[in-house]
């Protein structure tokens, strides 16, 4: 019942900037914290960036000062502005929402339910 799908991922020259999106979709009643990771091939999925539903950030020190994360005033998208790219910044980018509350409903009526979401992923590659 509910979707995560992120965009705006591509390829980009080092020095370069992107943003992605990530959209959540559903019957949707309360989204907590929503985060971006990604993974590299060969490497552990990595936290990147964190937002709460108090708008308070957190960042891999690797990324500090270079990328931002965001949400719209609906709590349901989130945003990670990424600036001064480098090399190893490429990546497939992950979005997580770990306590989404939805409605879950059937013929004997609807609940409320928390589960955790992750996107499809969207590649991000820094290239000359």
């Known amino acids: 019942q509910v979707q995560l799908v992120e965009s705006g991922g591509g390829l980009v020259q080092p020095g370069g900037s992107l943003r992605l999106s990530c959209a959540a979709s559903?019957?949707?009643?309360?989204?907590?914290?929503m985060d971006w990771y990604r993974q590299s091939p060969g490497k552990q999925r990595e936290l990147v960036a964190t937002i709460t539903s108090d708008d308070i950030t957190n960042y891999a020190d690797s990324v500090k000062g270079r990328f931002t994360i965001s949400r719209d005033n609906a709590k349901t998208t989130v945003y990670l502005q990424m600036n001064s790219l480098k090399p190893e910044d490429t990546a497939v980018y992950y979005c997580?929402?770990?306590?989404?509350?939805?409605?879950?409903?059937?013929?004997?009526?609807?609940?409320?339910?928390?589960?955790?979401?992750w996107g499809q992923g969207t590649q991000v590659t820094v290239s000359s």
């Open positions: 559903g019957s949707i009643f309360r989204i907590g914290a």
């Open positions: 997580n929402a770990d306590n989404v509350s939805y409605f879950s409903c059937s013929g004997y009526g609807c609940s409320l339910k928390t589960d955790a979401y």
